[in-house]
Every structure is written in C-alpha cells, then in structure tokens.
C-alpha cells in the first residue's frame, strides 16, 4: 500500500481523535463528533483506506494514547461504548463500499451511504452496550433502555452530522477523492 494511503489513514484517525474530544456527557453513552470522522473517511478515502484510519484510530487508544471518549487503553475493550468503536471501523467499510460498488456521488447517494454506516455502528455500539452493561458492568440495561441510551439519544445529532458530512463530501469529492484514494497510486 502506497504511503500516502497511510498518511491519509492517519490523518482521519486524528480527526476521530478530535471528535471524541468534543463529547457531551450523556448517562452510558456520549454524544460525541467521533462519527463525522467515520462519514468522510468512507466518502473521501474509500472502502479499505476508511476502514483503515478507523482501525489505526481503536489500536492508538488501546495502546494507551487517549484518545477515545473517555481515555484509552487495553482496558477500554470491557467499557460499555467500545462496541461503537468497532462499529466505527465496519461503518467506515460498509458506506465506503457501497460508495464504491454503485459509484455514487450525489449528497443524497453519500447520504445514503453513511446511513446505512450508522446502522452498522449502532447495531455493533447498542449490542455491545446490552452486553458489557449485563455481563461486564453487571448493571444491566433492559432493551428500552440500551434502545434510548444507546440508540435514540445521540440519532438526532448523527443524522444532523450525516447529512452535512455527506453534502461536504460531495462537494470537495470531484477535487478531492482521486487524490485521496489508493486507485491512482497503484496500492
Ligand atoms: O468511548 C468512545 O470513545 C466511543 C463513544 C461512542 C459514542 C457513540 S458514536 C455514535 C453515537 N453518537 C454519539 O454522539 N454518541 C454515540
């Protein structure tokens, strides 16, 4: 893989460095800008480079750099929201991918894209926060409550962050992307 893919990578795993810094403290789950990083690292980077500043984003925290919403290290796999974490790095694939497969660039098509991420990002966050808060925390949450904590709660902000990350993204791509992506660069 070409160096400037893993420089891109790194530079979206900051940018979601940035936006577990800017959190809202909300009971279990925080709001947080985390996602925006997720919606324009698929838009811009693709499928495997998007997936890949996610990846590097999770292994930096667990290595102790803290840079998850509420610190970092080996530790951070037992908290409630890692599920998210993981969801960051299969979100970030799954819009890229569908970017990528059915060639879109339209805001609406982007859109669409990063909302079937934060599907998969809240499928893997609620599911991990209904488990860790059962077997982990050992104060279990019933559905309801994993629903409007971990669900319900932060959905209005994400959608509001989809649609603007998605009209960005499809404004800077025709520019941006071919510069950003590995299809040019051979890697
Ligand atoms: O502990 C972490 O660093 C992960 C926090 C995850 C917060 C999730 S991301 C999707 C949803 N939107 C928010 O604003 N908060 C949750």
């Known amino acids: 893989m070409h160096i400037r893919s893993w420089i891109w990578a790194a530079l979206f ?8 810094m800017i959190k809202i403290p909300v009971p279990y789950v925080p709001f947080t800008l985390q996602i925006a990083a997720v919606y ?6 693709g499928p495997k480079i ?9 292994l930096v925290g667990l ?4 840079v998850f919403a509420e610190g970092g290290g080996l530790g951070y796999i037992w908290k409630p929201t890692f599920g998210y974490l993981l969801g960051f790095i299969a979100g970030a694939y799954t819009s890229g991918w569908l970017i990528e497969r059915f060639r879109w660039t339209k805001g609406g098509q982007l859109f669409a894209a ?11 966050g609620g599911l991990w926060l209904y488990g860790a808060m059962k077997w982990i925390v050992e104060k279990p949450l019933t559905i309801g ?18 649609a603007a990350c998605s ?8 520019r941006v992307r071919p510069v950003m992506t590995t299809e040019r660069l051979g890697g």
């Open 40 to 45: 324009l690292a698929a838009c811009l980077l």
């Open 13 to 20: 795993a900051a940018l979601t460095a940035v936006g577990g």
């Open 50 to 58: 998007g997936a890949l500043s996610q990846l590097l984003y999770v």
């Open 114 to 124: 990063n909302l079937a991420a934060l599907v998969v990002v809240y499928l893997c």
């Open 145 to 162: 409550q994993t629903i409007w904590f971990g669900v319900l709660l932060p959905i209005p902000g994400d959608l509001i962050l989809c």
């Open 167 to 174: 009209l960005v993204a499809a404004r800077v791509w025709p």
């Open 63 to 66: 290595a102790g750099v803290p």
